[in-house]
């Protein structure tokens, strides 16, 4: 492969990757949804902030699962009381150090 086919290789990717990305932001404002669906949106953040916390929660220490639950439901309990998501992981981070110190 020479430099220019790997130039339009990567400007190719990064297009395709782009343009999913940006299209939502762009088109939102110009559609209207229901109460119902932008209820349902505006929980999509966290529901994809917790599936991918969750295999981490689960693989903290292998020999004491119980530190991760514990910091995972910190984190729960935050987030439950409407907590900004740094808050929340912050918190779980503590938990789970302190807990690893005992």
Partial sequence: MNNLSVLLL?????????????????LIDKMRFSP??????????????????????????AARPWIGLLGGAAAAVLGLRKRSAIVCVLAAIAVVFLLQLI
């Fill in 10 to 26: 990567f400007l190719g990717m990064a297009l395709v990757t782009y343009v999913p990305r940006m299209l939502p932001f762009v």
């Fill in 36 to 61: 119902r669906a932008e209820r349902f949106l505006r929980l999509i953040p966290y529901t994809a902030m917790a599936a991918l916390i969750f295999p981490g929660v689960l693989s903290v220490d």
